[in-house]
Structure formats: structure tokens, C-alpha cells
């Protein structure tokens, strides 16, 4: 019976794992680690499960068949309320629904909210005049909105939507990874703002809010539920983890992986779960070309601090579960997720206000080089400044994500593409995770399971 590992024990590689365990081979997990889930973690807090990570996932097909395979089917829930602020001059001013990538349908519902000027407004509307559709190779992000939005779109609508949840810059952000629907309008309509009107009217763009699931009691069940699902087929000697693997070499037929402070394995496939910068380390004895193309998908580090308030102290807006902010408003915080709100099954039983601030701007962060307390302190004051708390928090905890969020720059597809031909000769060998096609979580599911079906194919006799 062929073996196969799996390198790297987050959503990824658990997912890739249970897909290899449904064909009845021997699969091994590896995961540096003392705990599974990588960047999924629920912690207990004030008496409730709050995310430390990821709060939420885009219901798709593939993650919800795979919540179903694994048992939570029944115990999926969605945010009890949608929609969005964004902090600019002081205010919180409410994000017009259904914007894609931060471009507004309609130019005066932004103006209407204070999110744009009157000439901002008209620059935008003025979209429809601006020669068009998009040539040639990727471009960033940055310079397809300025050049046909103007300035305001782009650092008040789509610089916190899109560079403020990534931790990464417009003006590098590559429009074909982080966009391809935009990117695709961009290539085929004349005007974007003409091409989001036809596709609303057409259904082919919704203007809904995008449905969010998430395992009622927190994201951690997922993870429970997979390490459960795979030690139940295939045997507690599955999953293995403190296993850092430094180093995967290939042998005659198969792949040798070296272990830090273990015996080496041999496997008869391998597949790749890890972040592009660790994944190139791995590799470079298999593929330099491999790894230096993955040495070039940087990863951004964040943090995300979640405070307790007393019941009451807070008045939060309604109509939304929290607000973005624009690089340009110079503030430490990118984002704050009103969490007692958004998932009201998770709120303290006395009524205490779970707010979740995000850091984590493009480059090196000064905020992030605060030690915790000091970071606490900067964003529990912003925090003050946005929502004018009458009490201070009763509870603060900071965790950090250090190289978390890739950076998908201009090129990136083709730079994908390059890694890929690279690794054509190791057809037992895959690689997924959230360095190359998506990194929501359901982009890493459906990365996984190709992956997983890749070395299925090759050893198949
Ligand atoms: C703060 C934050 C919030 C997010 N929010 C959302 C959200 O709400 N919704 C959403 O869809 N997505 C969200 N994402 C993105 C999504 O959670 C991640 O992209 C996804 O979980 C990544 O999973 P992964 O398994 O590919 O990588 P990781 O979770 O990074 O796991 C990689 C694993 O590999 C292990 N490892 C590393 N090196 C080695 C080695 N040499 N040998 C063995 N093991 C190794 C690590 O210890 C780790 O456990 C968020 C990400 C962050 C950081």
C-alpha cells in the first residue's frame, strides 16, 4: 500500500490528509507543532469561544461537503448580522452594500455616507469615460482603480476592503489573484462601473452580502472534527506532531523526508501544506527553481488583540458587525470585528461586548514591534476614539501571526504557474495552501483536495 505525507497540520494539510484517507492508502501528517490547525484556534474567553484566527468561512460547495463528511453539517451557523463601516474623519460611515473589490456600483451612495467627495463622486462616475477595457499582462490593484476610479475609490473604499483585510498594498496587489471577477470585467467591458451594473442586473454579480459560515462553538471544531474523522480511518499513528520537516528529498520512485531531531521517512507521495517561505526551505534540495519562485511569495505578519467591555459601554452602529480602516487615516488598526454582535451565540452571558481589532499593514508594521501590552494599550485607545466606550475593557489579550497572510504582488498567477512547471518532473509531489490560489480558507479546501487528487493520480498504477 502506497504512503503519502502530508507536510503541515492546518486547514490545508488536514483537508488534503481526510481526501488521501478516502482511498484507503496509508497517509502521514506531519506537523512542526504541538497543536493542529496552524492559524485556526478558539480560545476560551471571559467564559466564551472567541476566534484568535479566522472567524468565518465562504459557504462553498467543497467546505460544506466537508463539514458534512466529517460530521458538523447539523452545526453550522452564520454571522447574525452583515454589513460594514468604514472609519474615515472621524466617523464611521456605512460601507454601501454590495460593493465588489471596493468599487461602488453607484458612486453617490458613497458620496451620500461621506465616503466620498462630491469630486470624488463625480471622478468615479466619470469611470464610464475612461478609454477601456484592460490589455496586456497582470496589473496591480492600485493603478486599474486610480487610473480609472480616481484616488478617493482607492484609498477610502478599496484600500481597507482589500489591502487593510490583507495586510498588503494596492499599488503591489496583484488584480488577477485578488480580483479575478474584477480582473475579468476590467478585460471585457469597456467600464467596469457598466460591467458591475449589467452583472447585478443580469444575476450574474450578486449584490447580497456573501453567505459566512462558521461551526457553532468556534473554527477550532473543524480542526477537532477532521483529526477525529482521519484518527478514526486511519489509526491514532496518523497524525504526528513535533515532526518539523526540514528537508524532501526525492529516491527512486518516491520522496525521502528529513525530520528535525528524527529518523528520515520515505513516502511514496508527498504533499506540501506549508506557507510559501517554509515550503521553500523544504524544497530546495528537490527544485532550486521551485523554491527561489516561492521565496518570492512574501508573507505578512499580523495581530489580532480582542478586548472584553462591561455590558453596555459601547454603542455599537447597527446594520453591521464592524468597521475598516483606510491606510491614509494613519491609525495602527486595520479592522475591528464586533464579535458579541456577529455571532450572538458566543456573546458573555452578561451581556459583555467582545470586540476583535486587526493590525497589520503593508511592510514592516511599527505597531507590530510593541510588545503586547504596549499594543493592547494603542489599539484599546484607537478603539476609544471609534466608539467612544464609557468604561475601559475588562479583558485584553494579544495573539500574534507571524508571516501569515501572503502577499499576492503583480505576476503572481504566472509566477504560480512558474512553480508548478517547475515541480512537472515530481508528479507524486503536490503543493497547496493559501500561497497560491485564494487564501480564504475554502480556497485552501479546494487547493487541497486538487492536490490530493494530483498524487492520487500519479501513483496510481
Ligand atoms: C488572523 C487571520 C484571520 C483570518 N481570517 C480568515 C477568515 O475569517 N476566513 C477565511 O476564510 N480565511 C481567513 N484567514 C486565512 C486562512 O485562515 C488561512 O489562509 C488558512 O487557514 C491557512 O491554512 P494553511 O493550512 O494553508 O496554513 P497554516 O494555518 O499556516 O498551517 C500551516 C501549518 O504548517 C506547519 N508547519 C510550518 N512549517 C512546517 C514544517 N517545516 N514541517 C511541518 N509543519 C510545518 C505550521 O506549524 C502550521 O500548523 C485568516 C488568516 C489570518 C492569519
Avoid at 19 to 33: D, F, S
Avoid at 182 to 203: F, K, P, Q, T, Y
Avoid at 308 to 325: D, N, Q
Wanted: hydrophobic content about 45%; charged content about 20%.
Amino acid at each position: 500500500m502506497p504512503t503519502v505525507a502530508v507536510v503541515g497540520g492546518g486547514v490545508t494539510g488536514l483537508t488534503a490528509a481526510w481526501a488521501l484517507a478516502q482511498v484507503g492508502i496509508e497517509v502521514i501528517l506531519l506537523e512542526a507543532g504541538d497543536r493542529l490547525g496552524g492559524v485556526i484556534r478558539t480560545d476560551r474567553l471571559d467564559g466564551v469561544p472567541v476566534e484568535a484566527g479566522p472567524d468565518a468561512f465562504l459557504a462553498g460547495d467543497a467546505l460544506v461537503s466537508l463539514c458534512s463528511s466529517v460530521g458538523l453539517e447539523e452545526d453550522l451557523i452564520s454571522p447574525d448580522v452583515f454589513g460594514a463601516y468604514i472609519w474615515s474623519g472621524g466617523r464611521l460611515r456605512r460601507l454601501p452594500p454590495g460593493v465588489v473589490l471596493g468599487l461602488p456600483a453607484w458612486p453617490v451612495q458613497a458620496l451620500r455616507e461621506g465616503l466620498l467627495s462630491p469630486i470624488g463622486a463625480l471622478r468615479a462616475a466619470a469611470e464610464v469615460l475612461v478609454p477601456g477595457p484592460l490589455r496586456g499582462g497582470d496589473v496591480s490593484v492600485g493603478a486599474l482603480v486610480r487610473r480609472r476610479f480616481g484616488r478617493e475609490v482607492l484609498e477610502g473604499l478599496v484600500d481597507p476592503l482589500m489591502a487593510g483585510r490583507r495586510a498588503g498594498h494596492t499599488d503591489d496587489m496583484s488584480l488577477q489573484a485578488a480580483d479575478a471577477k474584477v480582473d475579468g470585467l476590467a478585460r471585457s467591458h469597456r467600464s467596469i462601473l457598466l460591467g458591475i451594473r449589467r452583472g447585478r442586473r443580469s444575476g450574474e454579480l450578486s449584490g447580497e452580502p456573501p453567505p459566512f459560515l462558521a461551526p457553532r462553538g468556534g473554527m477550532e471544531r473543524l480542526v477537532d472534527a477532521l483529526t477525529r474523522s482521519l484518527r478514526g480511518r486511519l489509526g491514532p499513528g496518523c497524525i504526528r506532531t513535533g515532526a518539523l520537516v526540514t528537508r524532501v528529498s526525492s529516491r527512486r520512485e518516491g520522496f525521502t523526508l528529513d525530520l528535525q531531531g528524527n529518523g528520515p521517512l520515505d513516502a511514496d507521495g508527498v504533499v506540501v501544506c506549508l506557507p510559501a517561505p517554509q515550503a521553500a526551505r523544504v524544497l530546495l534540495g528537490l527544485s532550486g527553481d521551485a523554491s527561489r519562485e516561492l521565496e518570492g511569495i512574501p508573507f505578512a505578519s499580523t495581530a489580532v488583540a480582542t478586548f472584553v467591555y462591561p455590558p453596555a459601554s459601547c454603542v455599537l452602529p447597527p446594520h453591521g458587525s464592524g468597521f475598516l480602516v483606510p491606510s491614509s487615516e494613519g491609525r495602527a488598526l486595520a479592522a475591528c470585528t464586533w464579535y458579541s454582535v456577529k455571532w450572538s451565540a458566543s456573546a458573555p452571558a452578561d451581556g459583555g461586548i467582545v470586540l476583535r481589532a486587526f493590525v497589520g499593514r503593508a511592510g514592516i508594521d511599527p505597531a507590530l514591534s510593541l510588545d503586547d501590552d504596549g499594543l493592547a494599550a494603542l489599539l484599546e485607545r484607537e478603539l476609544g476614539d471609534a466608539l467612544r466606550p464609557t468604561a475601559p475593557p475588562r479583558l485584553a489579550q494579544v495573539t500574534r501571526w507571524e508571516d501569515s497572510l501572503p502577499q499576492y504582488r503583480v505576476g503572481h498567477p504566472a509566477r504560480v504557474a512558474r512553480i508548478e512547471r517547475a515541480l512537472e518532473g515530481h508528479p507524486r509531489l503536490a503543493l497547496a495552501g493559501a500561497a497560491y490560489r485564494g487564501s480564504g480558507i475554502p480556497d485552501c479546501v479546494a487547493g487541497a483536495e486538487v492536490a490530493a487528487r494530483r498524487v492520487l493520480n500519479a501513483l496510481a498504477p
